[in-house]
């Protein structure tokens, strides 16, 4: 089993920057890959960003490229999204949730086993 803790959401403005939080604990964090996916109201849960198990490789979905940065500290047990330049659409709730290492970058969230209880972004235009 894995906990996962989300946390660092809140309410912005646009083109504001927030910093995103996954704490976990349990089985050994570094063995698995980790992801970010947010979901707004009347959509689906949609890929955001993810990360190998080491760290060197990400990913990210072409709506928040070049703006968001997913990063992990495995001494820390924590994984983190960076949001800048953010936008009204980027307005949702922000899961982190872990893989088995050999499903690195999956934009299914279907092959993610864990999950966190999920942190609100608000970007007010």
């Known amino acids: 089993q894995v906990q996962l803790v989300e946390s660092g959401g809140g309410l912005v403005q646009t083109g504001d920057s927030l910093r995103l939080s996954c704490a976990a604990s349990?089985?050994?964090?570094?063995?698995?890959?980790m992801g970010w996916f947010r979901q707004a109201p009347g959509k689906e849960r949609e890929f955001v960003a993810g990360?190998?198990?080491?760290?060197?490789?990400?990913y990210y979905a072409d709506s928040v490229k070049g703006r968001f940065a997913i990063s992990r500290d495995n001494a820390k047990n924590t994984a983190y999204l960076q949001m800048n330049s953010l936008k009204p659409e980027d307005t949702a709730v922000y899961y982190c949730?872990?893989?088995?290492?050999?499903?690195?970058?999956?934009?299914?969230?279907?092959?993610?086993?864990?999950w966190g209880q999920g942190t609100q972004v608000t970007v007010s235009s």
């Open positions: 949730a872990a893989a088995p290492a050999y499903r690195s970058g999956s934009y299914y969230y279907t092959e993610y086993d864990y």
């Open positions: 990360i190998s198990w080491r760290g060197g490789r990400t």
């Open positions: 349990g089985r050994t964090f570094s063995s698995y890959a």
